[in-house]
């Protein structure tokens, strides 16, 4: 694992070995899968491969804090205090975007805004919030009822891709009876539809 372009004061490997030591084996093989996923993505749509790769590779980075760390955070730290009405499923984005800031040192804004964005979505998406949502529901680790009509829209329209996550997570959601995000709601009203 090597990313070329430097966005942060540390090395490509101190990057690797921090973003290991913050997560499960499992995970972090996801992440490689949503890195290597992110770069065809990125090619496929025109973008910069180095920086899909390392965006997709820490977007999961903050998802094994304590429960306790992220409601400290949010708490000192001037994020929206309706945030501790969440979980770590809607944290590890918009939250987790303060840990790679502290602990990767990474600061660059469509790097953050892409993590921020990754599980809930957003009514305005750039092309790289886009290449990491949609890396990280169809890696190549991923198995779910749908994911290889995932694979098939997202590769042939990334734009369809993600009104199909949106409508597939909501439905699975909704299912659950699970609560629902009003940005993802709204992020859905924008992407899901069909005209
Ligand atoms: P992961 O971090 O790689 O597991 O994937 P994501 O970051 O995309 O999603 C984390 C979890 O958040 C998944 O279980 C999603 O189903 C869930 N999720 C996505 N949107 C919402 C939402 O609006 N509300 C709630 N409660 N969960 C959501
Ligand atoms: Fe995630
Ligand atoms: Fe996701
Ligand atoms: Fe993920």
């Not at 030591?21 to 490689?32: K, Q, W, Y």
């Not at 929206?80 to 499923?89: A, E, F, K, Y």
């Not at 009509?149 to 009876?177: C, M, P, S, W």
Request: with cysteine.
């Amino acid at each position: 694992l090597f990313f070329k372009k430097t966005y942060s004061v540390l090395s490509s490997a101190e990057i690797v070995s921090k973003e290991k030591s913050n997560m499960t084996e499992d995970r972090f093989e996801h992440c490689i899968g949503v890195s290597k996923t992110a770069k065809k993505l990125a090619e496929l749509n025109q973008y910069d491969e180095d920086k899909a790769a390392l965006a997709g590779f820490i977007h999961d980075y903050a998802k094994q804090v304590s429960v306790e760390e992220y409601r400290e955070v949010i708490k000192t730290k001037g994020f929206d205090q309706d945030l501790l009405n969440w979980n770590r499923s809607i944290w590890h984005g918009i939250v987790g975007t303060y840990f790679i800031q502290r602990d990767l040192k990474i600061n660059d804004t469509e790097i953050l805004t892409a993590v921020r964005r990754h599980t809930t979505a957003d009514v305005e998406m750039t092309t790289l919030d886009k290449i990491v949502f949609m890396a990280d529901y169809i890696e190549p680790g991923r198995s779910f009822p749908g994911v290889e009509e995932a694979r098939k829209i997202t590769y042939a329209n990334i734009d369809r891709g993600v009104g199909y996550q949106l409508a597939h997570t909501l439905e699975f959601l909704i299912e659950k009876r699970n609560k629902i995000y009003p940005r993802t709601l709204d992020a859905y009203n924008v992407w899901g539809i069909k005209e």
